[in-house]
C-alpha cells in the first residue's frame, strides 16, 4: 500500500496541463463518540493512507488489549490517556491529510455539551465544519447545537454526514428525512447551502470511496467534496486590513541601514503598493511605499493571511497595536461594542469584571459592561440578561475599552471582528468574543 | 533571500525544474494574473511567520530550542526570513546529551558562527559528572534533557522558547497548542491549555511560568521536506543516504560507538542508511536508504508506510502514553 501522489511541492496538474499549486483546507469535525465521529475521522485518515503501519499496528494492539474484535479506528485519534481510558474526545486534536489537490488541516473536536468550547476553537478558524448526525437518532439536541456552533461561528462551508447508515439498511427514505430536518433547522440558522452525505464510516461507505451499497446516492464522497469545494470567497472582495505587529529596523551600520518596516500578516483583503491607507485608531493618512514579501523585496501586493512587511511613506508613529486600512473602507473605531460570546473558562463571566481584551495585534484595558443574553442552543431562545456566563455558555455582552480600538463586524471580517477576553491577573483565555449582536436566530 | 538560503539554481536548469519545486512565494507571480491565494507552503511558512513575530512581541526574552536538526534549522530559516533584514531578535538553546552526533554538532557550530547567532549549550554530562542525573538503566539519554533544560529557561530568564514540534509526528503532540503553557516545573497540564480562537495567540503568564511555542505545528514532515528542497534549506549530512556502521537492536538500525553499541551478541555491519530524525545516538535510529537529495527523500517518505518517529525513535516506544507522560514532566 502506498500513500496518494505528492500533493506537492504544491503541484497538482489542473484541467489545462497547468501545474496549479495545491491549496490548504481547514476543517472542523462536531459529533461525539455515539454518532461515530472518532471512527469516521479514523476512516478518512486510512482511507486517505495518512495512517503509516506502525499506528496501525499499535491501534490493533490497544484494541486487542480492550478486548475489542476488530481494530478500533477510533483510537487512532483519542490521544490523551484520559480519553482513551473514558472512550471519549476531550481535547481539540490537529490531524493531517492530503491528497493530490489539496492539503488538510483537520480539528477534530468533541461533541459533549461541556466540550462546546472546544468545538467553538476548532470552528473558529475553519473554512468547513463537518457535522455528524447518526441516521437512527434523528436530529438530536446536540445536532443542533454543532449547526448553531458551526453557523454562529460563520464557518464558511457546512457538510452534514448521515453516518451509521449500514444500520438502517443504507435506506433512501432514513437519510432524506435526517437531511430534511437538517436542512430546516440550519435555515433557521441563516444557513442555506449545506451538503449532506450518507455515510458508513465503520464500513468506509461514502467516506473516501463511493458506496456499493447506496446506489440512490449520487452525490460526491466526502473525501471529494472537500477536495473539490470553493471555500472562500474573492478575497478582493473585503477591504485590506493589515493589523501591524512588530517594527522592523535594519542595523545602521548594515546595508540596509535606515530601513524601516512594519512587519504583519494580512487579516483581510489585497493590499497594493500605492494604496492609500490609514493608520488606525489614530486616523491619520499615509501611502504604502512598499511590500517586502518573506520571498521577495518590493512585492506589487499582498494578500490574505500572508505575511509581509509594508513600508510607508510618511514617517507616522505606527506601532503594534495599530490597524492599517484603505482610506476608502476603514474599520469602525470605538471604546464600546455588543459582541457575541463564547465563555471558556471554568470561573464564570460577571458583568462589571475587568479584563485584557486581545483583538489582533492590540491589547487594551476594558470592562464587561453588561451581560446581555443567554443562548440556549438547543432551542435557539435567548433568555435576557443572566448573572452570569459560565464555561460552554454563548450569550451576548457589551464590552466597554479603556482605549479605542479599530474592529470590524464579525459577519463582515472573521479576524478583525474577533477577539479575546484574558485575566489580568494569571493570564488565561476567559471569553472568545465575536463583534456584534447576537441575531435571531442565533446567528451573530 | 535570507542568509540562511543558498544560492538557487538558475531559472532553467535541471535542478530548479525538478520536483524540488521554485522557492515558497515564487509561483505568485504579480503580474499580469497575480494569484491571489497562497499554496499550502507559503499558507504554513506566513503562519509560521506570524506565530514568531507574535512571541517576540509578547515575551521579554524567548530563545530557539536549535540542535541542528531539520526541524530546528527549517524553524531557523524561517525566523530569519521572519525579521530580515533586522537581524535574529534572539539567542539559540541547545541541550546536549553528550550522545549527539559529531556531525550535527560541527553542522551546528558552523550554522552559528557563519551567520553570527548567540548559542547557549546545556550539557547533560555536566549534570551525570558531579551527580545531579544518574544515567538510565537503557541508556537513553533523551529524558535527561529535562532537566538541564529547566536550568537553562531559569538562568536565562527565559520566558518563550521555540520548539520545532509538529502535531503529526504524535498523537499526545496532535493536543498540543501552538502557544503551550508550562508551570514552574516545566510541565504540560493538558486540561490547563488555553483555548486557541482565530490565529490569536496569548502569551500572558504568571512569573516562573513559561511557554513553549511551536511555530511549526501545522506542518507534517512532508511539508518540512519539501519546504527544504524549495528553499534549499542546508541540513546535516546524516539526513541523505551515506555509509555507516550500525548494528540491530529493538526493530532499529542504531549507530555504532563509544556511546553503548554494539552490545555482546550484536553485530556491527556496513549499511547505506539515512536519519529521518536526529536525536540522541542512543535511541535515534536510522533506516536503510539510498536517498541523496531533498527531491529523493521526499520521494522516500511519500512511499513509506512508517511514521518518522515509529521508524527512528525508540524512546516513543515505550508505552502508549510515553511522549504524554515526558511532556507532563517538562519534556518538549
Redesign the interface.
Known amino acids: ?3 496518494p ?7 497538482a496538474t489542473g484541467s489545462g496541463g497547468r501545474t496549479v ?4 483546507l481547514r476543517l472542523a469535525t462536531a459529533g461525539s463518540v455515539d454518532d461515530g465521529k472518532s471512527t469516521l475521522v479514523g476512516r478518512l485518515l486510512h482511507d486517505c493512507q495518512a495512517v ?4 496501525l499496528a ?1 491501534v490493533a494492539r ?1 484494541s486487542r488489549e480492550r478486548g475489542l474484535g476488530a481494530a478500533d479506528l477510533a483510537l ?7 480519553e ?1 481510558e473514558q472512550g471519549i474526545t ?7 491529510f ?1 491528497t493530490p489537490r ?2 488538510f ?1 483537520l480539528a477534530d473536536t468533541p461533541g459533549h455539551v461541556q466540550y462546546t ?2 468545538m ?2 476548532g470552528a ?2 475553519a473554512d468547513l465544519a463537518v457535522v455528524l448526525v447518526d441516521a437512527r437518532g434523528r436530529v438530536r439536541e446536540q445536532t443542533r447545537r454543532h449547526l448553531a456552533v458551526a453557523a454562529l461561528l460563520r464557518v464558511p462551508r457546512l457538510v452534514l454526514a448521515v453516518n451509521k447508515m449500514d444500520l438502517v439498511g443504507y435506506a433512501e427514505p432514513v437519510f432524506a428525512a435526517v437531511a430534511l430536518e437538517c436542512a430546516a433547522y440550519a435555515a433557521d440558522l441563516g444557513v442555506t447551502d449545506v451538503l449532506a452525505v450518507p455515510v458508513s464510516a465503520l464500513h468506509g461507505d461514502n467516506v473516501v470511496h463511493p458506496s456499493a451499497s447506496m446506489d440512490w446516492y449520487s452525490g460526491p464522497t466526502l473525501l471529494e467534496h472537500l477536495e473539490s469545494v470553493e471555500v ?1 470567497e ?3 472582495a473585503l477591504p485590506a486590513r493589515f493589523p501591524v ?2 517594527v ?4 545602521e551600520s ?3 541601514a535606515g ?1 524601516r518596516g512594519y ?3 494580512l487579516a483581510g483583503g ?1 493590499l497594493r503598493r500605492g494604496d492609500r491607507v490609514a493608520v488606525l485608531p489614530s486616523g491619520r493618512t499615509t501611502t504604502v511605499a512598499g511590500i517586502d ?4 523585496r518590493d ?3 499582498a ?1 490574505t ?3 509581509v512587511t509594508l513600508r510607508l511613506a510618511d514617517d507616522l508613529d505606527v506601532g ?1 497595536g495599530d490597524l492599517i486600512a484603505p482610506v476608502t473602507a476603514t474599520p469602525q473605531v470605538g471604546r464600546e461594542f455588543t459582541a457575541t460570546v463564547c465563555h ?1 473558562d471554568a470561573r464564570p463571566l460577571r458583568p462589571g469584571q475587568h479584563v ?1 481584551l ?4 492590540a491589547v487594551v484595558r476594558a470592562v464587561v459592561r453588561s451581560l446581555d443574553a443567554r443562548l440556549d442552543l438547543a432551542t435557539l431562545a435567548a433568555a435576557p440578561a443572566p448573572d452570569a456566563l459560565e464555561a460552554n455558555d454563548l450569550g451576548q455582552v457589551t464590552v466597554a475599552t479603556a482605549e479605542p480600538v479599530a474592529f470590524d463586524e464579525y459577519r463582515d471580517n ?2 478583525t471582528g ?3 477576553l ?1 485575566d489580568p491577573a ?4 476567559l471569553t ?1 468574543g465575536m463583534v456584534g449582536a447576537l441575531r435571531a436566530g442565533g446567528r451573530p | 533571500m535570507s542568509d540562511l538560503t543558498r544560492t538557487a539554481p538558475p531559472p532553467g536548469s535541471a535542478q530548479a525544474q525538478g520536483p524540488g519545486s521554485p522557492p515558497v512565494g515564487a509561483a505568485a507571480t504579480d503580474a499580469p494574473h497575480p494569484r491571489l491565494r497562497l499554496s499550502h507552503l507559503e499558507a504554513l511558512e506566513s503562519e509560521a511567520v506570524h506565530i514568531i513575530r507574535e512571541s517576540v512581541a509578547q515575551f521579554e526574552r524567548p530563545a530557539l530550542l536549535f540542535s541542528g536538526g531539520k526541524d530546528s534549522m527549517v524553524m531557523l530559516h524561517v525566523a530569519v526570513k521572519a525579521f530580515h533584514p533586522a537581524p535574529l531578535p534572539f539567542g539559540l538553546l541547545h541541550v546536549d546529551t553528550g550522545h549527539n552526533f559529531p556531525e550535527v554538532l560541527a553542522f551546528r557550530d558552523r550554522v552559528v558562527a557563519e551567520h553570527g547567532l548567540r548559542l547557549t549549550v546545556a550539557h547533560v554530562e555536566a549534570y551525570l559528572a558531579d551527580g545531579r542525573l544518574t544515567e538510565r538503566a537503557d541508556g537513553t539519554r533523551n529524558p535527561l534533557q529535562t532537566v538541564p533544560l529547566l536550568d537553562a529557561v531559569a538562568k536565562g530568564g527565559l520566558d518563550a522558547l521555540f520548539g520545532g514540534g509538529r502535531r503529526d509526528e504524535e498523537k499526545a503532540r496532535a493536543k498540543e497548542r501552538v502557544f503551550s503553557l508550562r508551570d514552574d516545573f516545566g510541565a504540560w497540564d493538558p486540561r490547563r491549555q488555553r483555548p486557541e480562537l482565530w490565529g490569536l495567540y496569548n502569551g500572558r503568564h504568571r512569573p516562573g511560568e513559561h511557554l513553549r511555542v511551536f511555530p511549526l505545528s501545522n506542518w507534517t514532515e512532508l511539508d518540512v521536506w519539501q519546504y527544504i528542497a524549495a528553499e534549499q534549506v542546508e541540513l546535516p549530512s546524516i539526513y541523505y543516504a551515506h555509509e555507516r556502521e550500525v548494528f540491530r537492536r529493538g526493530g532499529m538500525w542504531l549507530t555504532a560507538g563509544a556511546w553503548g553499541g554494539p552490545k555482546d551478541g550484536e553485530k556491527a555491519e556496513r549499511r547505506t542508511v539515512r536519519y529521518r530524525t536526529v536525536g540522541d545516538m542512543s535511541c535515534t535510529g536510522a533506516v536503510e536508504s539510498a536517498a541523496a537529495t531533498p527531491e529523493e527523500v521526499i520521494a522516500e517518505i511519500a512511499g513509506s508506510r512508517m511514521t518518522e518517529r515509529g521508524a527512528s525513535r525508540a524512546d516513543d516506544r515505550l508505552s502508549e502514553a510515553a511522549m504524554e507522560d515526558r511532556k507532563r514532566e517538562g519534556y518538549f
Do not use: E
Open positions: 500500500m502506498a500513500r501522489p505528492l500533493p506537492g511541492p504544491s503541484a499549486p495545491a491549496t490548504l503509516l503501519a506502525d499506528q499499535a490497544a487512532l485519534t483519542d490521544g490523551l490517556r484520559a482513551r476531550i481535547d481539540v486534536a490537529y490531524r493531517y492530503a489539496r492539503r488541516i468550547r472546544n467553538v476553537t473558529s478558524t472562500d474573492d478575497p478582493q505587529q512588530y522592523l529596523r535594519a542595523p548594515g546595508p540596509d530601513y512587519a504583519g500578516r489585497v514579501r518573506l520571498d521577495r512585492a506589487d501586493l494578500v493571511d500572508q505575511s503594534r471558556l485584557l486581545r483583538q489582533q495585534t472573521r479576524r474577533a477577539f479575546l484574558v494569571d493570564g488565561a483565555t472568545a
